[in-house]
């Protein structure tokens, strides 16, 4: 079975732009989490989504923005970018909501400049 | 608000010695806890969890974790460690809202 996979791996953006990242989950799964990686604030939760339906939010701005579609893959955008922005981000699926295990992509790593 | 906590940067170890990466939390309610390993340029991959029953559990590559109640810690061990477990360690507590709060990390670096 096929792992999570995340597009792109890599992304160099400006200030001031916007992004869009993507996530495709391990097929079955319908829970998608989102996280960020960076070495000041090591790894925090921005949002889940389960049905299509964000479920549970971290502490991030509203810039940061995300939503499922039917086949469960799910996209997360990132508007008027920031050098602070600039981090690895992670997505995780799981079968549903009460499962315990998340497997993770390999992330995208998202330099703004 | 729950926390975790991995008193630990680094960890050094040699090849075939026994392992310890320490973690200890705070959470209200009971515990569902968790190890990951990241490896360079990868995501994080799932080791094992406590979510009830045995305070000793069993995860893949030979890795165990041990759940202490009274002191709040669930500590990462492996008998004989090998260099290819070299890598960036994360323990992390999960919530009812089914978030999870990760520690801060432990670079184990096993020398041969």
């Known amino acids: 079975k096929a792992g999570v996979t995340q597009t792109p791996r890599y992304l160099i953006k400006t200030r001031g732009q916007q992004v869009t990242l993507s996530c495709s989950p391990i097929s079955g799964h319908r829970s998608v989490s989102w996280y960020q990686q960076t070495p000041g604030q090591g790894l925090q939760f921005l949002f889940e989504y389960f049905s299509e339906t964000q479920r549970n939010k971290g502490n991030f701005p509203g810039r940061f923005s995300g939503r499922q579609f039917s086949n469960s893959r799910s996209e997360m955008n990132v508007s008027t970018l920031e050098l602070g922005d600039s981090a690895l981000y992670l997505c995780?699926?799981?079968?549903?909501?009460?499962?315990?295990?998340?497997?993770f992509g390999p992330g995208t790593r998202l330099t703004v400049t | 608000a729950q926390s975790v906590a991995q008193p630990e940067d680094q960890v050094n170890v040699a090849e075939g010695n026994p392992l310890t990466v320490k973690c200890t939390y705070s959470?209200?309610?009971?515990?569902?806890l968790f190890w990951y390993v990241q490896y360079p340029n990868r995501g994080l991959q799932f080791l094992l969890k406590?979510?009830?029953?045995?305070?000793l559990v069993k995860g893949s590559y030979g890795f165990e974790a041990e759940f202490n109640k009274s002191q709040t810690s669930f500590h990462l061990k492996k008998p004989s460690a090998l260099v290819s477990d070299s890598a960036l360690y994360f323990c992390?507590?999960?919530?009812?809202?089914?978030?999870?709060?990760f520690g801060s990390g432990t670079q184990l670096t096993v020398l041969p």
């Open positions: 406590y979510i009830t029953g045995d305070n």
């Open positions: 959470v209200s309610g009971n515990p569902y």
């Open positions: 992390a507590v999960r919530d009812v809202a089914r978030q999870l709060t």
């Open positions: 995780a699926s799981s079968l549903g909501l009460d499962s315990y295990e998340q497997y």
